[in-house]
């Protein structure tokens, strides 16, 4: 069973930059991440396949927001710029025990137990 840990969290204002971190306790495939808003359902923002070569974004994110992974250090980090109000969510980190690279929920097989983002106007 593998566990993934969150950091980088937080408060910052509209425009701003955030920096999220996932540490794996094992080797994973695939990894990234998802957000959950208040009264929303969970949804993706990231992956990214186990070479990096390969990564997707939620559109809403694109050109604001970068994926990468240390596979030595078996963590993933999502980088945040130009952060919005509707940004605002629970960030999941997610990783898969498939090589196959998945957008679905139903494609991850470990969970972290999520970092709140708040963006201010």
């Known amino acids: 069973q593998v566990q993934l840990v969150e950091s980088g969290g937080g408060l910052v204002q509209a425009g701003g930059s955030l920096r999220l971190s996932c540490s794996a306790s094992?080797?994973?495939?695939?990894m990234g991440w998802f957000r959950q808003a208040p009264g929303k359902e969970r949804e993706i923002v990231a992956v990214?396949?186990?070479?990096?070569?390969?990564?997707y974004y939620e559109d809403s994110v694109k050109g604001r927001f970068t994926i990468s992974r240390d596979n030595a250090k078996n963590t993933v980090v999502l980088q945040m710029n130009s952060l919005k109000p509707e940004d605002t969510a629970v960030y999941y980190c997610?990783?898969?025990?498939?090589?196959?690279?998945?957008?679905?929920?139903?494609?991850?097989?470990?969970w972290g137990q999520g970092t709140q983002v708040t963006v201010s106007s």
């Open positions: 094992g080797r994973t495939f695939s």
């Open positions: 990214i396949s186990w070479s990096g070569g390969s990564t």
């Open positions: 997610a990783a898969s025990a498939r090589l196959a690279v998945s957008t679905h929920i139903n494609g991850y097989d470990y």
